[in-house]
């Protein structure tokens, strides 16, 4: 059974910095589009960036300039360094793997920012 785990979250001050990670278990790790993906309470979950197999990367509006996606394949991982963290960045942060369509999520790690 395929699981993801995300860790790294917590609480931080604004403008400081978060390295979130989401190890996988399963296999075909390397041909997966990796994402990650926020929910502040109240709201829809929203898109944060994706990476491709191919390290193809897409972000949200809101997060370009500031956080980083990267994988780490030998190590079935992803990760997503953020940076010049702001209020509005608060969520649980989730990741999820698709491979043709097919989706699986983590459980979630709450990232808060203070102002």
């Known amino acids: 059974q395929v699981q993801l785990v995300e860790s790294g979250g917590g609480l931080v001050q604004a403008g400081g910095s978060l390295n979130l990670s989401c190890a996988a278990s399963?296999?075909?790790?390397?041909?997966?589009?990796m994402g990650w993906y926020r929910q502040a309470p109240g709201k829809q979950r929203e898109l944060v960036a994706t990476i491709t197999g191919g390290q193809h990367t897409n972000y949200a509006d809101s997060v370009k300039g500031r956080f980083t996606v990267s994988r780490d394949n030998a190590k079935n991982t992803v990760f997503l360094q953020m940076n010049s963290l702001k209020p509005e960045d608060t969520a649980v942060y989730y990741c999820?793997?698709?491979?043709?369509?097919?989706?699986?999520w983590g459980q979630g790690t709450q990232v808060t920012v203070s102002s």
């Open positions: 399963g296999s075909f790790f390397r041909i997966a589009t």
């Open positions: 999820n793997r698709d491979i043709a369509g097919v989706v699986i």
